[in-house]
Every structure is written in structure tokens, then in C-alpha cells.
T-cell receptor, first 112, second 114 residues
Framework: KQEVTQIPAALSVPEGENLVLNCSFTDSAIYNLQWFRQDPGKGLTSLLLIQSSQREQTSGRLNASLDKSSGRSTLYIAASQPGDSATYLCAVGPYNFNKFYFGSGTKLNVKP | EAGVAQSPRYKIIEKRQSVAFWCNPISGHATLYWYQQILGQGPKLLIQFQNNGVVDDSQLPKDRFSAERLKGVDSTLKIQPAKLEDSAVYLC????????????FGSGTRLTVV
């Protein structure tokens, strides 16, 4: 069974810092990986989706990389802002009907 | 395109009562999922539908939880009777029935069982 781990569980940084969130998974036979953002009491908002054939995806200040062989993905946030404060979740999708396995998330706090 | 709609947003019930949640997926999305997210944890899949049929309900507590998807569109998730440990956010998501597509989530229903 796929196990997804996110480290650290919580992170607090001053505004303007560049930061990296980590996601690791135990089974490298994945089809894709998706990063989500979750604000308190809200649903999940998709940030980036990386197919297994891709190495990275970029959207604005966000860059996600994928290394299937080592079972790792990173989410890089450039020039962090207080509005980036949220919980970030990664989810990996194996080769069957898009069923995703989630990590427990990294709770990010960006201080003004 | 309209997103995934869920209702209600919040629900407070006493233990042993019953409750139902509703989800309307994005038009054309054949695959629909219900996830349970307990505070501080990642979402856990309860049930996955492909059109009308159940693809995976291995983690659904079938003695108290039930779900259906009428005509391959809307879905309802029911809990009867509720327990304290059912307090969580219940998230509905939908996806195209093709490999490589990601999820779109609804805003969720926060259930508190007292």
C-alpha cells in the first residue's frame, strides 16, 4: 500500500523567504502527483499536477518537482507572503482510476 | 466551469443521530469520491464511484455509512447512527474518468458530533 509522508508537519517563516515543502512516497509506480492548498475550514484547492513523465511544473511563484525513482516531490514557494499561510497537501495517484493517496500535510505560517 | 458543490457546509448532531451530505460534481466528471478528513490528518478515501458503480469502498464503515450516486451525477453520503469519532470534514471530489487527470474538490461539510 502506498504511504505518503510530508515533512515538516509545520513551518513558520518570515515574509519574503523562499521555502521548500517535501513529500515522499513509498511506491514509485505512480501515474501523477498533485499538490493542494487547504485553508482552515475549507476544501482543497489544486495548485499543481505533475504527470509521471514530467520532472516539474510551475505556476507563478510555485514550482513542483518530481523524482519518481527516489519517491520524492518538492514544492518550492518563492518570495513567500502572509497570504500563502495554509496547509499544503500532496497526493499521489497510482495506475488505477485516479485514486489518490494523501500525505498529512505541512501547515505553513508566513509571518508579516 | 462550475465547481463541485457540497451541502450543508456545517452540521452539528448528537451521537446516535443520523446525517446526510450531498454532492454535485463537475458536469461530465464520471468519477466521484468521498473523503473523510479528521483534524490534523490528510484526507482518507471512503468511497469512489465510476458513474453509478462503486469502484472502491474498502475503507467505508459499512455498518454505519452508506453512499449512493443517482444516475451517475449527484451523490449522497449518510451516517446512521453517528459516533463521536465521526467528527470530521467530509470532502467530495470529482475527476474525469481518465488516467492523468487530477481532482477538483468541493468546499466540504464540517460535521461535529456531540
Amino acid at each position: 500500500k502506498q504511504e505518503v509522508t510530508q515533512i515538516p508537519a509545520a513551518l513558520s517563516v518570515p515574509e519574503g523567504e523562499n521555502l521548500v515543502l517535501n513529500c515522499s512516497f513509498t511506491d514509485s509506480a505512480i501515474y501523477n502527483l498533485q499538490w493542494f492548498r487547504q485553508d482552515p475550514g475549507k476544501g482543497l484547492t489544486s495548485l499543481l499536477l505533475i504527470q509521471s513523465s514530467q520532472r516539474e511544473q510551475t505556476s507563478g511563484r510555485l514550482n513542483a518537482s518530481l523524482d519518481k525513482s527516489s519517491g520524492r516531490s518538492t514544492l518550492y514557494i518563492a518570495a513567500s507572503q502572509p497570504g500563502d499561510s495554509a496547509t499544503y497537501l500532496c497526493a499521489v495517484g497510482p495506475y488505477n482510476f485516479n485514486k489518490f493517496y494523501f500525505g498529512s500535510g505541512t501547515k505553513l505560517n508566513v509571518k508579516p | 466551469e462550475a465547481g463541485v458543490a457540497q451541502s450543508p457546509r456545517y452540521k452539528i448532531i448528537e451521537k446516535r443521530q443520523s446525517v446526510a451530505f450531498w454532492c454535485n460534481p463537475i458536469s461530465g466528471h464520471a468519477t466521484l469520491y468521498w473523503y473523510q478528513q479528521i483534524l490534523g490528518q490528510g484526507p482518507k478515501l471512503l468511497i469512489q464511484f465510476q458513474n453509478n458503480g462503486v469502484v472502491d469502498d474498502s475503507q467505508l464503515p459499512k455498518d454505519r455509512f452508506s453512499a449512493e450516486r443517482l444516475k451517475g451525477v449527484d451523490s449522497t453520503l449518510k451516517i446512521q447512527p453517528a459516533k463521536l469519532e465521526d467528527s470530521a470534514v467530509y470532502l467530495c471530489a470529482s475527476s474525469l474518468a481518465r488516467l492523468g487527470y487530477g481532482y477538483t474538490f468541493g468546499s466540504g461539510t464540517r460535521l461535529t458530533v456531540v
